[in-house]
């Protein structure tokens, strides 16, 4: 069940664009959408200064002036995101069991926040393109491997109907078990379900049929489509697939070949973020 959908947002972030897609999971399934703005502490902004801005007589209550004024910025567009899609602000006189959306702030380290944050929320939206600024960077990070919770990964483009066609890239292995699992309120809803696994697979003994089967247990009815054999890349061949056969959402594992994440993500984990052509919903 997904009843808190968190949605990080930092100076930089495309904040609208991080909250349609709430929105698009949110109301069907009348759950929170918990924005939370995250900045640093003035004390450790300054930290990060260089010496010339220093000198320039940058100080700390600089720092927190304009950091509350770009909150105050930040809280005026969800207003006005808010009212333009009338959403309710607070459950106070709503049903909790109703799509509503709240605004909280805080300060501190965006990793630190969003994982402890993360974890007590069923759903986290952060931007497909982390490494296009820090802050994004850093919230996929949080979210996809220090959370312990799916992350719902969106680009620009947002799909009308995130939940038409879901297509869920399977290799049998524990971070895509874990993102089914994740996705599965969204598996329900689903128009349509297939699964994708690509001919590499076939000589390591990984049987789509079976996990068609432990779906159908699910009442989830999901249907094989078959990957490209001229494709090398397992990455190029998913998004390939998606986009021929009008997938709407891909649900996947996210991998790491190290500890150093932002450097050696997996291949296909990595080329799905610069090429998906839809949302990705991942767990590690």
Aim: aromatic content about 6%; charged content about 20%; some cysteine.
């Amino acid at each position: 069940m997904i009843r808190t959908i968190l949605v990080p947002l930092a100076t930089e972030m495309p904040s609208e664009a991080l909250l349609d897609a709430a929105l698009v999971v949110a109301k069907p399934l009348n759950a929170h959408i918990r924005a939370l703005f995250i900045q640093p502490h003035p004390d450790s902004a300054v930290a990060y200064l260089p010496d010339v801005i220093l000198a320039a007589g940058v100080t700390p209550e600089v720092i927190e002036r304009e950091l509350r004024e770009e909150a105050s910025a930040a809280r005026d567009r969800f207003v006005d995101w808010r009212k333009r899609n009338e959403i309710p602000k607070a459950p106070a006189g709503v049903r909790l069991d109703s799509c509503f959306a709240s605004w909280s702030e805080q300060l501190g380290d965006v990793e630190t926040v969003v994982a402890r944050i993360g974890r007590i929320s069923d759903l986290i939206v952060v931007p497909c393109s982390p490494s296009n600024s820090v802050h994004g960077q850093r919230c996929f990070d949080a979210a996809v491997f220090e959370s312990g919770r799916p992350a719902l990964v969106v680009g620009e483009k947002l799909p009308f109907a995130i939940t038409d066609h879901v297509m869920i890239a399977w290799n049998g292995s524990l971070e895509a078990s874990r993102a089914v699992l994740g996705a599965m309120p969204l598996l329900h809803r689903a128009g349509r379900v297939t699964i994708f696994a690509a001919p590499q697979y076939e000589s390591e003994g990984i049987d789509a049929a079976d996990f068609a089967d432990s779906l159908h247990w699910h009442g989830i009815r999901a249907y094989q489509v078959p990957g490209p054999r001229e494709v090398n890349s397992i990455g190029a061949a998913l998004v390939a697939a998606a986009v021929e056969h009008q997938a709407t959402m891909i649900v996947m594992g996210a991998y790491t070949h190290s500890r150093l994440r932002q450097t050696f993500l997996g291949g296909v984990t990595k080329y799905l973020l610069a090429h998906a052509p839809v949302p990705l919903l991942m767990s590690h």
